[in-house]
């Protein structure tokens, strides 16, 4: 299937200069303690496979993806929801970058040789799990076979469109409610799989830096059923 060089090297460059707008990172990230452990996340670009790319005015080519996966239901960090690869550093990782290549591969099977790192994003706290995560940014330069590698783990492994993502009919609020207080956040709706959370809250910050969002109503809320 023939591919759109210009859109895609586009898109490529958009997610480059978007991570040298700090003030987009500036969203409020609920803090963490002196004891947060040190973790990093694959925010992983591509190129589906199947989808042509559009050539009208969109914002994105229809092509151009990102890899989430699903997190087992038993696990007692975050179960059941919809992530980015990734993990905690362990002492043999060099880096983040090493972290999020390590995790993305034990979790996704993908080959971290395929992967171009474009980007390290400003350490951000997430507070659920008590960890300090760095956003790796990657572009799948020659994407590998990727699936659910330990189901204890990972349940499922997915490729979303970006565009599906932007569409205003996939957006909403996320409501939560903990210990008498309602925390909000942006989500995105994937035919029933619902993005929230740490992870919805990075790739809005990104689409915004990149440029990327089409105008959609915040004040649409719906609560997360846990």
């Known amino acids: 299937m023939s591919q759109n060089p210009d859109t895609l090297h586009g898109a490529r460059a958009e997610l ?80 983040a970058v090493a972290t999020a290549l390590r995790e993305a591969e034990e979790e996704t099977g993908l080959d971290p040789a395929g992967v171009e790192i474009l980007a390290t994003l400003p350490e951000l706290p997430r507070a659920a799990s008590n960890h300090l995560v760095t956003p790796v940014l990657g572009w799948w330069r020659t994407p590998s076979r990727v699936a659910a590698v330990d189901h204890a783990e990972t349940v499922e492994v997915f490729r979303v469109p970006v565009a599906r993502l932007l569409d205003p009919a996939n957006r909403h609020t996320s409501t939560i409610h903990r210990l008498g207080r309602t925390w909000r956040g942006p989500a995105f709706d994937i035919d029933g799989t619902i993005v929230w959370g740490f992870t919805a809250m990075v790739l809005d910050a990104l689409f915004d830096a990149a440029g990327w969002t089409v105008d959609w109503d915040p004040s649409v809320e719906r609560p997360i059923e846990l």
């Open 16 to 95: 480059i200069a978007a991570t040298r707008r700090g003030e987009a990172w500036a969203k409020p990230f609920p803090a963490v303690g002196d004891s947060a452990h040190p973790a990093s996340v694959l925010v992983l670009f591509g190129r589906l496979d199947r989808i042509p790319a559009q050539t009208d005015e969109s914002t994105v080519a229809a092509d151009l993806d990102v890899l989430l996966q699903r997190r087992a239901a038993t696990l007692s960090s975050h179960p059941g929801q919809v992530s980015f690869p990734g993990g905690r550093t362990e002492e043999q990782d060099a880096d």
